[in-house]
């Protein structure tokens, strides 16, 4: 299910006139399904376009690898490889080995490419953007890449923040949109609820997980957005750093005040990790379970205590 949006139309535009263009979007906002949406519509109009599945980079010549297997493979749309122990080689010889091939991919003459990339988060690509820019830009394509929202500041940085020369966000749903999208998974003749999402739960994978939730329970769609929207209030009511680490609970799940990542997105240290988690379990909105972690101790992993419909 996909509802069409403005940014897409902006990214297609810039697939055409060869602007590379950064694509920043949170988890579930819907930057996969539009770089997919795009990649449809180039083909269809039978521009030169791939979409390259950077799931399994970690690293420049990881991705200049995925780039290279999806050119070989255009119409699928994407490329998942196995890296082997191509994984973490990213020195800058056998990049430039990777680029040189890249440029003598393309027939003399042919129009630019569309690369529309899809990065993971966590995948370090600065260095390929910045230090490697001007041999980016020697290759007959256009880069597309979308990342995560919390991937600005890194691809951002100079130099790479000279490479892109178009950044677009992908904004939240608006009501019309909202509607759209609810309609295509609503019964025929099934009325949108009077209240829909505000900000934080209004991107589209979320939209669509309240509406399964409800037809697996039985309940109103009404009843279960209003047991949000209480519970969004309860969180405000805790202050900022509760309503930031309960949101980072929301969008990437189950987290131990300790997890990398975590500490990463928020810039905090474990010590304020933990101190807000005990604010947030005191008002009965996580819990905490002891699990064993990698390395075999144990740890205290947090989720969300789910809303109860009123």
């Known amino acids: 299910m996909f509802v069409p949006r403005p940014e897409g139309d902006l990214v297609e535009a810039n697939c055409r006139d060869g602007i590379n263009t950064l694509l920043l979007g949170g988890r579930g906002i819907g930057k996969t399904s539009l770089l997919r949406n795009v990649l449809f519509r180039l083909r269809e109009a039978e521009f030169p376009a791939v979409g390259v599945d950077a799931a399994p980079a970690e690293d420049p010549l990881d991705l200049l690898k995925l780039v290279a297997a999806a050119l070989r493979r255009p119409n699928f749309g994407g490329a998942r490889i196995n890296l082997g122990s191509a994984t973490g080689l990213g020195e800058v010889g056998a990049i430039l080995d990777e680029l040189r091939a890249l440029r003598g991919s393309a027939p003399e003459g042919s129009p630019r490419t569309a690369l529309l990339v899809d990065l993971p988060p966590g995948a370090k690509m600065h260095r390929l953007f910045g230090r490697f820019r001007d041999e980016i830009w020697q290759l007959p394509f256009t880069w597309i890449v979308g990342a995560p929202r919390e991937s600005r500041v890194e691809l951002l940085t100079p130099p790479a923040n000279a490479f892109f020369e178009d950044v677009i966000e992908l904004k939240p749903l608006d009501r019309g949109q909202q509607e759209k999208l609810l309609s295509l998974r609503l019964s025929p003749g099934e009325a949108i609820p009077w209240r829909l999402p505000q900000e934080g739960e209004n991107n589209p994978r979320r939209l669509l997980e309240i509406a399964r939730e409800s037809l697996r329970s039985g309940e109103p769609l009404d009843g279960r ?55 947030l379990e005191g008002a009965g909105l996580v819990r905490g379970e002891r699990q064993r972690g990698p390395a075999g101790r144990p740890r205290k ?4 205590v789910p809303p109860e419909p009123r």
């Open 225 to 279: 957005l209003q047991a949000i929207a209480d519970r969004e209030l309860e969180v405000s009511l805790l202050g900022e750093p509760a309503a930031a680490l309960y949101s980072q609970l929301e969008n990437y799940g189950p987290a131990s005040a300790s997890d990398e990542d975590l500490l990463g997105r928020l810039g905090w240290s474990r010590q304020r990790v933990v101190q807000v988690m005990q604010v």
């Open 301 to 304: 992993v947090f989720r969300i």
